[in-house]
């Protein structure tokens, strides 16, 4: 038997420890400062946050007739697709009298969406419908809806968008009405009929 050949690798390096390595005593010596700092911060009186004086348990007080609505893009949309008249469809599910409101966001979203979504746009446009000046920077309109439903529950959220609902679900005493099965179907709602 013969001797095997060795070849030498290529790109072989030796290890060298990073300068923020947390072994390094320096980077010891700081860490233990951070930490001592951290340590003196706990004393700090922690924030409750403020429960809305509007809500009795679950249930929202300030939620009367005529109801205030927010729509989102896409539920505005999904009633083009079902061929449903905005408002008279949203008073045959609650009821009651309902204000559609319509942010700048939805409108600046609807105009992005481009031809497909004209119809849409039209009907946002439509001048019985009030209109709320957003003071943000950006155009997303799923954080500016659940911003000011944070702020004031004093709306209805009018979506189809999943993502949305879900965190919408999160803040207590905020209905959700969305568009299913050819009509508008309304959750988390107490006075609501059930159908």
Not at 33 to 41: D, I, W, Y
Not at 70 to 89: A, G, I, P, W
Not at 125 to 141: M, N, P, V
Request: hydrophobic share 35%; charged share 35%; aromatic share 6%.
């Amino acid at each position: 038997m013969g001797v095997q050949k060795r070849t030498r690798k290529y790109a072989k390096v030796k290890r060298i420890i990073g300068q923020k390595d947390a072994r390094l005593k320096k980077n010891q010596s700081k860490d233990e400062a951070e930490g001592k700092r951290k340590a003196k911060g706990d004393d700090v009186v922690r924030e409750i946050p403020q429960v809305s004086s509007a809500l009795f348990f679950q249930y929202n007080t300030a939620l009367v007739p005529p109801y205030s609505v927010l729509v989102d893009t896409n539920f505005l949309s999904h009633t083009v697709q079902q061929k449903l008249e905005l408002l008279s469809t949203m008073m045959d599910c609650l009821y009651a009298k309902c204000i559609p409101i319509i942010t700048e966001c939805v409108m600046a979203e609807l105009e992005k969406l481009g031809q497909k979504y004209r119809i849409a746009l039209r009907i946002a446009r439509d001048e019985r419908w009030e209109r709320l000046k957003c003071d943000h920077r950006g155009t997303y309109a799923d954080d500016c809806i659940v911003d000011r439903v944070m702020k004031h529950k004093i709306y209805i959220v009018a979506t189809n968008d999943r993502d949305l609902k879900r965190r919408i679900r999160k803040v207590p005493g905020v209905p959700i009405m969305s568009v299913a099965r050819g009509k508008y179907v309304i959750e988390r709602l107490p006075d609501a009929p059930e159908k």
